[in-house]
C-alpha cells in the first residue's frame, strides 16, 4: 500500500519517533513524504520515502494528486494545532479529497497507531479491490 507522510514543522520530531516505532510495518509498503519531511523520516529510520517539494512550495498538492488519482492508501498528516496557526487552504483541500476518495487519514499519533496496526492486519486491504470508480467532484 502507499502511504503518504505529512508533518508541519511542530510535528516533524514527533513523526519521525513514530516512524521509528513502527519502522518494521512501515518498511512493508510505499512511502512518499514532502521534503523536509521524508528527510527527517529517512534519516531517522533510514527507510525508502519518494520525494515530493516541500509542503508549502507545492508537496501538499503534489499528494492530493496522488490521493485524487487513486494513488494514495493511506494519509498520516501531523498538522500544527497550536492555537492561532492558520489552517492552509491546500491542507483543506487535501483532507475533502481524501474524504471524498475513502483514504484513511490519521492527524494525531493515536489514530495513525490505529490505521498503521490495521495496514499490519489486513484491515485496509479492501482498497484494493474498489477500483477506480470514482463519484463526480
Not at 67 to 92: C, H, I, K, M, Q
Request: proline content about 2%.
Amino acid at each position: 500500500m502507499q502511504i503518504a507522510i505529512i508533518a508541519h514543522d511542530t510535528k516533524k520530531e514527533l513523526m519521525a519517533q513514530f516512524c521509528i516505532a513502527y519502522c518494521g510495518i512501515l518498511s512493508k509498503h510505499k512511502l512518499c513524504a514532502t521534503s523536509v519531511t521524508a528527510k527527517y523520516i529517512s534519516d531517522a529510520t533510514g527507510l525508502k520515502i519518494e520525494s515530493f517539494l516541500p509542503g508549502m512550495h507545492g508537496g501538499d498538492e503534489q499528494i492530493a494528486s496522488r490521493v485524487a488519482y487513486n494513488e494514495v492508501d493511506v494519509l498520516l498528516y501531523f498538522r500544527d494545532t497550536r492555537p492561532g496557526t492558520v489552517a492552509s487552504r491546500e491542507a483543506a483541500e487535501l483532507l475533502r479529497l481524501c474524504d471524498f476518495y475513502n483514504v484513511p487519514v490519521a492527524t494525531n499519533i493515536a489514530t495513525a497507531e490505529i490505521v498503521v496496526q490495521a495496514l499490519d492486519r489486513g484491515d485496509l486491504d479492501w482498497r484494493k479491490y474498489v477500483g477506480d470508480s470514482k463519484g463526480a467532484l
